[in-house]
T-cell receptor
């Protein structure tokens, strides 16, 4: 079991640029979650999918953020245009039917300068 | 007010002692509760889950749940320096399967 795989591990970009974060959930897991973690706000749920369908995107900060899950093994989180306040660690997590907790990926540390 | 509240710490405990971490939640429909451990620069790792009132033990860890008081706790017995980390409490509501996390409690175990 390779776990939840996220890429890239680190991303440094200039303000205004488009950023795309990628996630491959654990095979057989049908729920996928995107979280953002900062010192000030802790872990915040951005959006989650069940069976590739977005269920709750109320945590997405604004229209600059979008997420897709075109199939059961891949999801993206896109920020366009990026701003310095988007700097954070973005985690992807997956679970089977949302039960028994989640397994987190290693995260993407995003720095927008 | 956050839905899941934890004392941010740091909670400093001597090696071999018991570390006691507390968590309260505001949503009464929450059904399932989880404790995650997060080392600095790493991702959260699930260490305990608890679904019914009472105690649940797993090795050196004991989770306690009191739904009437909306209170969850984690005890770490025989604390080791390797237990030094941030511990995140999470609640899962009945309405959906998303987890809401507390801010975490930083634990420092001193040799």
């Amino acid at each position: 079991d390779a776990g939840v795989i996220q890429s890239p591990r680190h991303e440094v970009t200039e303000m205004g640029q488009e950023v795309t974060l990628r996630c491959k959930p654990i095979s057989g897991h049908n729920s996928l979650f995107w979280y953002r973690q900062t010192m000030m706000r802790g872990l915040e749920l951005l959006i989650y999918f069940n069976n590739n369908v977005p269920i709750d995107d109320s945590g997405m900060p604004e229209d600059r953020f979008s997420a897709k899950m075109p199939n059961a093994s891949f999801s993206t989180l896109k920020i366009q245009p990026s701003e310095p306040r988007d700097s954070a660690v973005y985690f992807c997590a997956s679970s089977r039917d949302g039960t028994y907790g989640y397994t987190f990926g290693s995260g993407t540390r995003l720095t927008v300068v | 007010q956050k839905e899941v509240e934890q004392n941010s710490g740091p909670l400093s405990v001597p090696e071999g002692a018991i570390a006691s971490l507390n968590c309260t939640y505001s949503d009464r429909v929450s059904q399932s509760f989880f404790w995650y451990r997060q080392y600095s620069g790493k991702s959260p790792e699930l260490i305990m889950s608890i679904y019914s009132n009472g105690d649940k033990e797993d090795g050196r860890f004991t989770a306690q749940l009191n739904k009437a008081s909306q209170y969850v706790s984690l005890l770490i017995r025989d604390s080791q320096p390797s237990d030094s980390a941030t511990y995140l409490c999470a609640a899962q509501g009945a309405a959906g399967n998303k987890l809401t996390f507390g801010g975490g409690t930083r634990v420092l175990v001193k040799p």
